[in-house]
């Protein structure tokens, strides 16, 4: 990965959503979010390297109810054989899946799939992925603190101030610990790279 050289271990925020009724599909075709060993060059066939610590599968929960994997929170429902509801279509509701354990690979690759949907037109703030040095810290960017160390890839599904750009909006920033996100004008000043879809 190209943000190798960031202090390890990180922390993954396998997804949070803001406002979102957003889902993790139980889906035949995918059984997990694989992580794959980078073998310094992209090629066909290239092999799994799964790793169950940091794959959401069904059933999502074990026998106690609890993930010795993941921990869950703010308005997340899951339904153990069938999805992970981070938040659902009320307002101010709000859910994170976040990992217990740190990613110390220093190449790897994530798959995910989700979906947003709710009541009229209008569905919340977006979700992120997280990968930074801190775990677990609430706060006013798609649910994580601001100025954080790491990646974050964001969903967003809301447009605040961004002429020119349809949302929603996907866009990735790296944090050093210090920046800020720039929430009034939709990141636009810490994005690496985005686009609309």
């Not at 069904?58 to 981070?86: A, E, H, K, N, V």
């Not at 009541?119 to 649910?143: I, Y």
């Not at 605040?160 to 996907?170: D, I, L, Q």
């Amino acid at each position: 990965m190209w943000f190798h050289s960031m202090l390890v271990p990180l922390w993954m925020l396998a997804l949070y959503a803001a406002g979102t009724d957003a889902a993790v599909e139980a889906d035949t075709s995918m059984k997990s979010i694989p992580v794959r060993p980078y073998p310094g060059k992209w090629a066909a066939g290239l092999n799994h390297a799964q790793l169950r610590t940091h794959s959401l599968a069904p059933p999502y929960l074990d026998s106690d109810m609890t993930s010795r994997w993941f921990d869950f929170g703010g308005d997340t429902i899951i339904r153990t054989d069938q999805y992970i509801r981070l938040a659902s279509d009320l307002p101010s509701q709000s859910g994170w899946v976040f990992s217990r354990i740190p990613i110390t690979a220093t190449n790897w690759e994530v798959e995910f799939e989700f979906s947003i949907h709710g009541k009229g037109h209008l569905h919340g703030d977006g979700l992120a992925l997280w990968v930074t040095k801190e775990r677990a810290q609430p706060g006013p960017v798609f649910g994580h603190a601001d100025r954080f160390e790491g990646l974050g890839i964001f969903f967003d599904t809301y447009k605040n101030n961004r002429p020119g750009v349809v949302f929603p909006y996907v866009m990735a920033m790296m944090g050093d610990g210090q920046t800020s996100y720039d929430a009034a004008n939709d990141g636009k000043a810490n994005e690496l790279g985005g686009c609309s879809v």
